[in-house]
């Protein structure tokens, strides 16, 4: 396999750590592995305990280098949550070359120089997202390399994020013994495979309802419009059937997955499961149509929260795009489109082996960071042969005080993820 076409993605979720490895062949994406592994360190997402969601990588690493034979190297990370926020960002600079053709290094400076803002001393810049370049006044390019000009405009949106948050899970990935070779926003990310070029012209919402939070973006003129993420997801039906049915919360997912409906009126009585509630020796029999009473009100809280967030925003010709691992539940798309009443449709990866739209995010983030490659003509080499020669990565890693004053003074996390591992991995 050719290492430069290796994409390691890490979705690191409420409920569940997902590793996918994506290989790029001709330009068509292959998904050659999968691992995934409880979450037990995350909480509506951010970290709340270290060492949990450290063993959650690894297994869930582990399980996909077994699965191809690789020993993983980099990964592809992707953020999402309540902490992160949008805001426009305007960047302007000269054109550097004698003969006035804009270059990558030109490209870079304009970003870099959109980020000189003022912004809050506990939140970081993660990204800067172009919505357009400006080249002597004529807007709308999409990519100005190999343009003649003499000022290079840029126009975007700034993604920023708390530190706190994002120390803490840069932190998880370093002891899980990886190397970050990027960060991105995991809605950006899902965009690519979930909405087309048309709809997001057109306007069109995302709605990831994941495990511990739903996240609400909007895509408008081709461009990311807006990005709320509320504190509600999956988990809670887990939750509610839990307390509902007087039993654990392991069991009340086997329920949930094996035979939950969010739809009553397309349940049957004849489809039953049973458990031992707590504290009885004898099991309980439940119709399908039993745990739909409880789920639908909870699915029905999350469509209502959506539907507001949606009629604030306004018109969206392109309807609602549904993905995350709640939406697989079945009847859910029906309920969606009750209470909704708009255009909708569930977003599923079409790819062997994760078409499912838990792996929206994972396959997302390959695509972005594939793109991300090509535009910027970098190199990745994120994975190798389990019988090569050891990896630096795999050595014992001690952090000085002067790498943690570094990380802390660093003007972005993407900078301070290149500078946060350099010394590991040359």
Wanted: hydrophobic share 40%; aromatic share 4%; proline share 4%.
């Amino acid at each position: 396999m050719d290492n430069k076409e290796i994409y390691v993605s890490l979705d690191i979720g409420t409920t569940e750590v997902r590793v996918m490895i994506g290989e790029m062949s001709t330009g068509m994406l292959n998904i050659i592995g999968v691992g995934s592994a409880p979450s037990t360190g995350i909480k509506k997402g951010a970290v709340v305990d270290i060492d949990a969601t450290v063993k959650s990588i690894r297994q869930a690493v582990d399980k996909a280098e077994r699965m191809v034979g690789v020993s993983i190297h980099q990964v592809v990370v992707g953020i999402n949550g309540n902490h992160i926020e949008l805001q426009p960002c305007h960047g302007i600079v000269a054109v550097s070359s004698t003969d006035k053709e804009i270059n990558e290094e030109d490209i870079d400076r304009v970003m870099d120089a959109a980020q000189v803002v003022s912004i809050p001393p506990d939140r970081e810049i993660v990204d800067v997202v172009p919505n357009q370049f400006i080249v002597d006044g004529y807007d709308e390019i999409t990519d100005p390399t190999g343009m003649i000009g003499v000022r290079l405009e840029m126009e975007g949106l700034l993604v920023t994020g708390s530190k706190t948050v994002l120390h803490n899970l840069l932190r998880c990935v370093e002891r899980a013994n990886l190397e970050i070779s990027d960060i991105y926003l995991q809605t950006l990310a899902a965009g690519e495979v979930s909405v087309s070029k048309d709809e997001r012209t057109l306007g069109v919402a995302l709605v990831d309802i994941g495990g511990g939070q739903t996240t609400i973006s909007t895509f408008q003129n081709g461009m990311l419009a807006s990005l709320n993420v509320v504190p509600i997801g999956g988990a809670h039906i887990t939750n509610d059937l839990s307390v509902g049915l007087r039993t654990t919360i392991e069991e009340a997912e086997r329920v949930k997955i094996e035979h939950g409906h969010a739809y009553i009126d397309d349940t049957s009585d004849e489809v039953t499961t049973t458990l031992q509630p707590l504290g009885s020796h004898e099991q309980e029999e439940y119709s399908q149509r039993d745990l739909a009473h409880v789920i639908e009100p909870r699915m029905e809280e999350i469509f209502d929260i959506v539907d507001e967030e949606l009629a604030s925003i306004g018109d969206i010709p392109g309807g609602v795009v549904l993905t995350g691992g709640a939406v697989m539940m079945p009847g859910a798309l029906e309920l969606a489109r009750e209470i909704l009443g708009r255009n909708i449709r569930m977003a599923i990866p079409d790819y062997i082996g994760v078409r499912e739209p838990r792996y929206t995010n994972g396959v997302g983030l390959i695509e972005f960071a594939h793109q991300n490659v090509k535009m910027h003509s970098k190199e990745m080499v994120v994975a190798s042969a389990e019988d090569d020669v050891e990896q630096p990565s795999r050595k014992t890693r001690k952090h000085t005080d002067h790498q943690e004053d570094h990380e802390q003074d660093s003007p972005g996390v993407k900078k301070k993820v290149r500078n946060f591992f350099k010394v590991f991995f040359e």
